[in-house]
């Protein structure tokens, strides 16, 4: 098989086919018409193997998981997705992987009526580029820079689960075997929050994705708005796998540091905590308040049942060393 027959097979006229696509694949560029009034958000991530999957993960998981992580970035932005673009690199043809691969992949994108618009397909080292795109309601996209002093502090999620994955995989930790094939599940099949992200449009002040640890992405928020937090490490959810699996001084690492868990960290003013959740209920989205904006120039106070505790470990980071 060659790159023309690869597309054709596994890409071409497969999956949902959106109205607002004039020309999807098979050409130099898709054409795409963006609603009025609204404005094109656009991302791009690379998984490369051995840094941001293992290589005995599924081809299914990993298809799912690609996009995953993009359709994340769009929600964290309050934006529908729309279209993506898909790059493939492969060592090989081999037909069963890509089928399978392609399944987990049109199986999300068709569950948020996501369409393959194009992409490109290459000989090398595995690896997957998607580039995302999605629209929102001109000037209602959720930022990073917007957090004020006294707004509250919010995560959609348990936090922890892919870390717990990872390490599981990595070092062998002894779970239980429900808890680890709930955690590997949270690892290889993320759920990007985007009911959430359009919920919070008009009500959140700022917003990210937890992809690289709940330290370094609120810093990333902080630093954006200038401005320093309180995070109450007893309020941050976590699931029954990791209060069952490690006690409270082994669980800091992977609520605190490690990422890949994909839920939404936002800063809510305190007039629209009412609105908020008024909306989270209506639209059955779950969001745990875990601390406050303060003045400062982006330090993150911990406390533990009111008290101050340090933590030395700040997040996934690249070129500073691996993740899995």
């Given at each position: 098989m060659k790159e023309f027959e690869l597309i054709n097979r596994y890409f071409k006229g497969r999956g949902i086919t959106r109205r607002d696509v004039n020309l999807g694949i098979g050409d130099d560029c898709a054409l795409v018409s963006v609603?009025?009034?609204?404005?094109?958000?656009?991302?791009?991530?690379?998984?490369?193997?051995?840094?941001?999957?293992?290589?005995?993960?599924?081809?299914?998981?990993?298809?799912?998981?690609?996009?995953?992580?993009?359709?994340?970035?769009?929600?964290?932005?309050?934006a529908e997705p729309t279209w993506v673009s898909v790059a493939l690199t492969l060592p090989s043809i081999d037909p069963q992987w890509i089928e399978e691969f392609t399944e987990g992949m049109h199986e999300i994108a068709e569950y948020f009526n996501v369409?393959?618009?194009?992409?490109?397909?290459?000989?090398?080292?595995?690896?997957?580029?998607?580039?995302?795109?999605?629209?929102?309601?001109?000037?209602?996209?959720?930022?990073?820079?917007?957090?004020?002093?006294?707004?509250?502090?919010?995560v959609t999620g348990p936090l922890g689960d892919a870390g717990?994955?990872?390490?599981?995989?990595?070092?062998?930790?002894?779970?239980?075997?429900?808890?680890?094939?709930?955690?590997?599940?949270?690892?290889?099949?993320?759920?990007?929050?985007?009911?959430?992200?359009?919920?919070?449009?008009?009500?959140?002040?700022?917003a990210i994705d937890v992809?690289?640890?709940l330290i370094a992405d609120l810093g990333h928020i902080l630093d954006m708005s200038q401005v320093s937090a309180v995070i109450n490490v007893e309020s941050i959810p976590t699931s029954d796998a990791m209060?069952?699996?490690?006690?409270?001084?082994?669980?800091?690492?992977?609520?605190?540091?490690?990422?890949?868990?994909?839920?939404l960290l936002f800063t809510v003013p305190d007039s629209n905590k009412g609105m908020l959740d008024l909306k989270l209920r209506q639209y059955g989205v779950d969001a745990v308040c875990i601390g406050q904006v303060?003045?400062?120039?982006?330090q993150i106070e911990l406390l533990y049942n009111g008290e101050e505790f340090n933590f030395e470990q700040h997040g996934f980071e690249h070129f500073a060393k691996e993740q899995v």
């Open positions: 609603p009025q009034n609204c404005q094109l958000a656009v991302t791009t991530d690379t998984l490369v193997a051995g840094v941001h999957f293992f290589d005995d993960i599924s081809p299914r998981a990993l298809g799912h998981r690609a996009l995953a992580v993009n359709l994340s970035d769009l929600a964290a932005m309050g369409q393959i618009i194009g992409g490109d397909t290459t000989q090398g080292p595995l690896t997957i580029t998607i580039c995302a795109k999605g629209t929102v309601p001109e000037g209602k996209a959720l930022r990073r820079s917007g957090a004020k002093v006294g707004d509250w502090i919010y717990l994955a990872i390490e599981s995989r990595k070092q062998g930790f002894k779970i239980e075997p429900e808890h680890l094939k709930y955690v590997n599940k949270r690892f290889d099949y993320p759920t990007p929050r985007v009911a959430a992200g359009q919920v919070l449009r008009g009500l959140a002040s700022s992809s690289d640890g209060k069952s699996s490690l006690d409270f001084e082994q669980q800091l690492p992977f609520i605190l540091s490690y990422g890949d868990d994909y839920e303060k003045s400062g120039d982006g």
